[in-house]
Each structure stands twice: as structure tokens, then as C-alpha cells.
């Protein structure tokens, strides 16, 4: 089993507080955080974003493996995955999780489409995300 990580430090109440995330790979150091970097969009990170950005580049890699595995060659993915925190009861909840990507590559575009649905709901953090989870492709 591969293992990774990351780490969050907090400081303070809920609005006034402040925080720092980092990886254990230094790819983030005390990158920033808090209440106003994810409600009132202050710079610096939030939990949303960053499960985007892992959800993105694991899709991206599970997709890039199809392709290659399918025979389609010179592959360019750009993804985004776009998070949705809901009000829910008290308190909040991530329900939804949308990929928006553009392939190209040399090979069939039915392929490439094909090997798209697989990796939106196959790769790993789609695996883990208890969301609904869904896509906009582009093929060019």
C-alpha cells in the first residue's frame, strides 16, 4: 500500500482562526487558510479547492493510462474538477464534484470518449468522493 499525506494546523475560533496546510512532499508549505479563504474568497487555499485540484490531476493520470493503454498517442488533458459545498442542516456538505476536460490525441474519438466515462467514475479520488460526480468532455 502506497501511503501520503498531508497536514492542516489551526489556530483560533471558526471566524477570527487562521490555519496552514502543508504535504508531506513540500509540494504546499504552510499555504494559508480560513475562514475568509473559503467563504468570502481571500487569497489563499480552501478544502474545496485542493480536493479539485487532486480530483483533476488523478483523473487526468487514470484517463492518460486508458489512452496509452487504447494505442491513442500525442495525448494533451486539461481538467478541472469543480467542487460544490452545500449548506446542509447546521452545517455543510460536498455533494458534487464536476470535471471539465479537453483531450486531444491521436486515435478514435469514440475511444477517447470511452476511456473518459471510465476514468470519471474509476479513478481514485472519484472512487473516494462521495458525490455525485460528473463531466463536460471535449474531444478536440
Known sequence: MIVKSG???WEGGLKDGKGAVSTKSGALSDQPYG???????????????????????????ALAMMLQEEGVGNVRIETTS?????????GFAIKTAHLNTRVSGDGDRAVIEDCARKAEKGCPVSKLLNAEITMDLTVA
Not at 469543480?82 to 447546521?90: H, N, Q, R, V, W
Open 82 to 90: 469543480e467542487i460544490g459545498l452545500d449548506k446542509e442542516g447546521d
Open 7 to 9: 497536514s492542516a494546523r
Open 35 to 61: 475562514f475568509n479563504t473559503r467563504f468570502e474568497g481571500l487569497p489563499g487555499t480552501n478544502p474545496e479547492e485542493l480536493i479539485g485540484a487532486a480530483h483533476a490531476a488523478c483523473f487526468s493520470m
